[in-house]
Each structure stands twice: as C-alpha cells, then as structure tokens.
C-alpha cells in the first residue's frame, strides 16, 4: 500500500519547487479547456454534417451526435463551476446538488458512482474536495469499475473519502505527487497534476489534509477538513 500524504520535510521543498499562481492558473485554464473541446468539437462536427449537402442521410446522426455532446458540454460546465470555481456567491452545498453534478461527470466515463453523503450539507471547501476527489477516482478506473463517495460531519470536521474499484485500478504517479503539494514527475504533461495540486492548496488553506492511498485494484482517496 503507498500512502501518498504529505510530510513536512516534502511540503516545505514543493512550495520552492512548484509553478507560481499565474502558472497554475494557465495549467488550470488548459485542463479545463481539454475537457471542453471534445463535446464542442463533436458539436461542430455535427453542424458541418446538416451543412454537408451530400451527408443529408446523416442528418438523424448529426442531430443525435449534437445532442448528446450539448448535454455533456452542459453538465461538464456546471460540475466545473462548483468544482474549480465554487459558486463564489454559494457557501454551503445541498449534497444532493453535488451529487447531480458529479453523476452529470460519470455519465462519460466507464466508471459508476455510488453517492454516500450523510452530511446535511457541506461548505465550500468540503464541496470542492468531494467533487474534484469523485472525478480522481473515475479517472482512476479507466476499465471501469465504482467508486464510492462518503463524507460525514465527524465532531468539528468533515472527512471525505472515496474508494475506486476496479480492474486496472491506478494512482498516477503526477496524481499522487499532486495531492501532496509536490513539483509535477519530470516527463508528464500537467493536466492531471495540476487538478491534484489545485485540490492540495484549497484544502491546505482551509487547514485540511487530503491524501491517496493505491492498493491492488482500489486506490482511496480522502480528505479531512474543518467543519466551518
């Protein structure tokens, strides 16, 4: 079992290591772009086929292909909202709310997701780590499998946890090395780092811990922070 939770010793040579806010915030913009370009340019495809005067027998496909790649556009823009940024006017979630918006995620991925959320409602940050850990956790079972969210007020804190199982269950080594608040692997691209790291620095600022844990065919994610 590897656990990926930071030391003090580790934390303390990242933050000299790490990218600046302005890089982080470009690597953020980047991820969230990758995520958006493939249900638009399906949509664009789709468009240029009604356009097509020789595709006119695709026109049924073409409706369908737009549809389908609308909604996803749709429910990727309202996790990312509360996910990256947070609803700023919002400071306490319905977890039901929540659990719309990540099914809305696994709906495109291989993975289920069973929600197990008894807390009544979660703060900003409690929200953001549970979303952003439910969309690690899909992308950690690239073969499919489930993933089970849990958080539960427990005394003046809220801990989360997500368990994914699965065949071929993975913690990326830029994953890992993200979450806790360490430099990006030298030879990776950092659009998974960067969504790790992200969630590392909200939950450190809210005076939390977030940490993964890989063994064979599950890997567990969780956070604990304050209860504000």
């Known amino acids: 079992m590897t656990d ?21 915030a470009a690597y953020l913009a980047a991820r ?16 240029d086929l009604l356009e097509d ?3 006119q027998d695709m ?44 099914q ?8 289920e997701l069973e929600w197990a959320v008894e807390a009544a409602s979660l703060d900003k940050a409690s929200a953001r780590t549970a ?7 899909g992308a950690a079972l690239p073969l499919g499998g489930k993933a089970r969210l849990q958080a539960v007020h427990d005394g003046g804190a809220t801990v989360i946890a997500v368990e994914a199982i699965g065949p071929k269950a ?23 780092w960067v969504q790790a790291y992200y969630v590392h620095l909200f939950v450190a600022e809210a005076s939390g811990r977030v940490f993964a844990e890989a063994d064979e065919e599950k890997i567990t994610f969780a956070a604990t922070l304050p209860s504000s």
């Open 4 to 24: 990926v939770s930071p030391s003090a010793e580790s934390q303390s040579a990242a933050v000299d290591a790490t990218p600046g806010a302005a890089q982080i």
């Open 104 to 111: 809305g995620v696994f709906r495109h991925q291989r993975a």
């Open 170 to 192: 993975r913690l990326r080594p830029d994953i890992a090395a993200g979450l806790a608040g360490e430099k990006l692997p030298d030879g990776m691209m950092h659009g998974h």
């Open 59 to 102: 026109r049924e496909d073409a409706m369908g292909l737009i549809a389908a790649s609308g909604r996803k556009l749709a429910e990727m823009l309202a996790f990312t909202r509360v996910a990256f940024g947070a609803s700023a006017s919002a400071e306490t979630f319905d977890p039901r709310d929540l659990e719309a918006l990540a």
């Open 32 to 47: 969230m772009c990758h995520d958006f370009i493939s249900p638009v340019s399906a949509i664009v495809s789709g468009l």
């Open 131 to 137: 979303l952003n850990l439910a969309q690690l956790a």
């Open 53 to 55: 005067p020789d595709a």
